[in-house]
């Protein structure tokens, strides 16, 4: 938990850098937009390809320490949506880039992460028998899902 907000705070400050340096912000939707249309076509491969069940897997004590630090890495995969919440309060105004801020920001949104996951967690015990449908098709639904926000970034990178 202390590294999601220490990326924070680093976060918080990058954005604030690349807020005042407009030309970047571009270039880096630009490839977010070939990174998002990536995401959705491996989804859709996915999901058409892989017809059979998966069986779980029982992972071996010796590499479960890598495994850990493997799904903890995923951490970074939060770090886009961050970075665009801070630059669009930036931008609004609504913050103003001190280490004091950025503290309560890495702050609050830690433990609003860590509130958040726990709330999935009781929802998902109470509620996994009725997640076999969706499950059956997250990768189709995430295929879309990034397939439109991609489309979208791209019809409003064109109408600038």
Do not use: W
């Not at 400050?13 to 970047?24: G, H, R, T, W």
């Not at 390809?49 to 779980?56: E, I, T, W």
């Not at 913050?95 to 433990?111: E, K, P, R, V």
């Amino acid at each position: 938990m202390q590294q999601f907000c220490f990326f924070k705070l680093i976060l918080a400050y990058l954005a604030n850098v690349l807020m005042k340096n407009s030309e970047y912000i571009a270039i880096i939707q630009k490839i977010g937009i070939v990174i998002l249309f990536l995401l959705s076509i491996n989804f859709f491969r996915i999901y058409f390809s892989s017809k059979a069940p998966v069986k779980a897997k029982e992972i071996p004590k010796s590499k479960s320490y890598f495994y850990g630090i493997l799904m903890s890495s995923l951490n970074m995969m939060a770090i886009p949506f961050y970075f665009t919440f801070v630059a669009l309060l930036i931008g609004y105004d609504y913050f103003d880039y001190t280490i004091l801020n950025a503290f309560y920001f890495s702050i609050g949104s830690t433990i609003g992460s860590f509130l958040l996951y726990t709330l999935y967690a009781i929802i998902a015990k109470n509620i996994e028998h009725k997640l076999t449908f969706i499950a059956s098709k997250i990768d189709f639904i995430l295929g879309c899902l990034t397939g439109l926000v991609a489309l979208g970034n791209f019809i409003y990178l064109l109408s600038k």
